[in-house]
Nanobody, 124 residues
Framework: DVQLVESGGGSVQTGGSLRLSCAGS????????MGWFRQYPGKEREGVAA???????RYVDSVKGRFTISQDNAKNTVYLQMNDLKLEDTAMYYC???????????????????WGQGTQVTVS
């Protein structure tokens, strides 16, 4: 079974940094596009960052220049480095995976097959 487990969330002051990790098992990052999403209470999940198999990265405009997605294939782990955090970054963050070649926009949650349980980020 495919499993994704996020960690690294927590509470931080505005302007601070956090690094989220997502450890995967049951598949290889080498042939999956990985994404980070966030969800505000009562809202749909929003795509934050994605990294395709060829290394191409995409970010939602609100995090460009502040967040960085990266991965360590040897550890089957994807990261989201979040700097200069703002109040509006407070949300539940999820990592997700979809097979290489899957269609649809990489920041659209509907195009992902596998999800982690989420990790809370609170900025105050």
């Amino acid at each position: 079974d495919v499993q994704l487990v996020e960690s690294g969330g927590g509470s931080v002051q505005t302007g601070g940094s956090l690094r989220l990790s997502c450890a995967g098992s049951g598949y290889s990052y080498n042939n999956h596009c990985m994404g980070w999403f966030r969800q505000y209470p009562g809202k749909e999940r929003e795509g934050v960052a994605a990294r395709d198999v060829d290394g191409t990265t995409r970010y939602v405009d609100s995090v460009k220049g502040r967040f960085t997605i990266s991965q360590d294939n040897a550890k089957n782990t994807v990261y989201l480095q979040m700097n200069d955090l703002k109040l509006e970054d407070t949300a539940m963050y999820y990592c997700a995976a979809r097979p290489e070649g899957a269609s649809g926009w990489v920041l659209d949650s509907e195009n992902y097959s596998y999800w982690g349980q989420g990790t809370q980020v609170t900025v105050s």
